[in-house]
């Protein structure tokens, strides 16, 4: 065999296209046979890893295919640096043949060197082989090979992909990674780092409630809440309420949610932990956004919540926790006097104590994020004597600051 091996590396070089691709293509169908235990001569071993290296960067494309899928069996995984390994993912991500790009992504081994090559395919202009990367990534890789962000944005680019096949594959993607999780959509959110991608998870959730059938039971233990469960919660009721006629949102929601007065224990229960704060705050803000999908018609409970938020709005400086919070005043009082009377109110007591207090830029961009809020959504007009007191007082003061930050939120209002 090595006296045959020799003379077809030698018709690798001939000048015509015809011999070169018919002499890859038979050491094609040689170098698949090869096993750990296959000897050559070292220098025909030598001279037929320079032959196809040449070959792959041929200028005939079927001339490249065959050579790649006669170089691909003799690459070696284990060592980045290895001359095929090298050879065979240059063609893969610059080859201008989708065939050979396609023939090398179905070829090329899976390693920690070559997983960032394989998913890197999952935006190749060629919709045939976007698909082929997620048929591989499905087929050869778990999860906890890839980042959480790789993850999020191999996903996320699969299910926004205009070609409707490549979408498909996807979606088989996350149903194959789901599974490896037991189908435990919290243990799936593990590997997404959702407070770092929580607005590129939403999606992604929201396409596995589209084939994945969710049981009320799985919310019950509130002792489980961490920020992969509260997502979960949060997303799941959001989709309920795009997809369901309200008839059943209202079963639903009485099954999956506590009552108010439970979900403010749970509040406030997470805002007083010793979560780092990241954590702490991210499952706040899911079970804020629980609130606005409750039943407030329970006078006491609609009275605890109402102090909850009133509290929350006092002592926050976190932007996004006190835009929750109004929100859910929002939802609770239909009349624009009666929540934005309360807001007002907590606005002039943050500002009365602005200078008393030892973090002075915190509070007053706390202040000012407030006051935006409010003049998003207050029905009051700009002459009314206290929107001329808070123009006066908090808004112009509040641009012409010399702090950044604040004359920032100032200019905004």
Not at 65 to 72: D, Q
Not at 143 to 157: A, C, G, H, Q, S
Request: glycine letters at 2%.
């Amino acid at each position: 065999m090595e006296c045959f091996v020799g003379y077809l590396v030698q018709l690798c070089c001939a000048k015509d296209r015809t011999v070169r691709f018919r002499a890859c293509q038979m050491l094609a169908g040689i170098t698949t046979t090869f096993t750990q235990d296959t000897q050559l001569d070292e220098m025909i071993q030598e001279e037929l890893f320079e032959r196809l290296h040449e070959r792959v960067r041929d200028k005939v494309a079927k001339v490249r295919l065959m050579a790649s899928k006669a170089l691909a069996p003799l690459q070696d995984t284990s060592d980045p640096d290895d001359p095929a390994l090298v050879s065979l993912l240059n063609a893969m991500s610059k080859d201008p043949s989708s065939e050979v790009r396609k023939c090398i992504l179905n070829r090329i081994g899976v390693s920690s060197s070559t997983i960032s090559d394989i998913w890197a395919r999952c935006t190749d202009i060629d919709p045939s082989i976007r698909k082929k990367s997620y048929v591989v990534l499905r087929e050869k890789i778990s999860m906890d090979k890839i980042t959480p962000n790789k993850i999020v944005f191999i996903i996320n680019t699969g299910l926004s992909d205009l070609d409707g096949s490549v979408k498909s594959e996807c979606i088989e993607l996350i149903k194959v990674w789901l599974k490896s999780q037991s189908n435990d959509v919290v243990k799936f959110l593990k590997y997404l780092n959702v407070v770092e991608n929580e607005l590129v998870v939403t999606p992604i959730l929201k396409t596995i409630f589209q084939f994945k059938k969710i049981e009320n039971s799985e919310f019950i233990n509130s002792d489980e809440i961490n920020c992969e469960f509260s997502l979960f919660w949060r997303v799941y009721c959001e989709w309920i309420v795009e997809t369901k006629p309200f008839t059943e949102q209202d079963e639903i929601f009485q099954d999956i949610l506590p009552d108010m007065m439970n979900l403010c224990e749970l509040i406030s229960k997470f805002r007083e932990s010793q979560e780092l704060d990241s954590n702490r705050f991210f499952v706040v803000y899911q079970l804020l956004s629980l609130c606005s999908l409750l039943d407030y018609a329970d006078e006491i409970g609609r009275r605890e919540t109402t102090n909850l938020m009133m509290n929350i709005i006092k002592t926050s400086d976190n932007e996004r926790e006190l835009r929750l919070s109004i929100d859910v005043l929002i939802n609770i009082y239909s009349s624009n006097e009666e929540w934005g009377d309360k807001v007002l109110s907590v606005i002039n007591l943050k500002y009365q104590s602005a200078d008393e207090n030892t973090d002075y830029s915190k509070t007053w961009t706390s202040i000012l994020s407030i006051v935006y809020k409010f003049l998003e959504h207050t029905q009051k007009k700009a002459t009314d004597s206290d929107m001329l007191e808070l123009l006066s007082t908090i808004i112009i003061p509040g641009s012409n600051n010399i702090v950044p930050a604040i004359h920032e939120k100032g200019l905004k209002c």
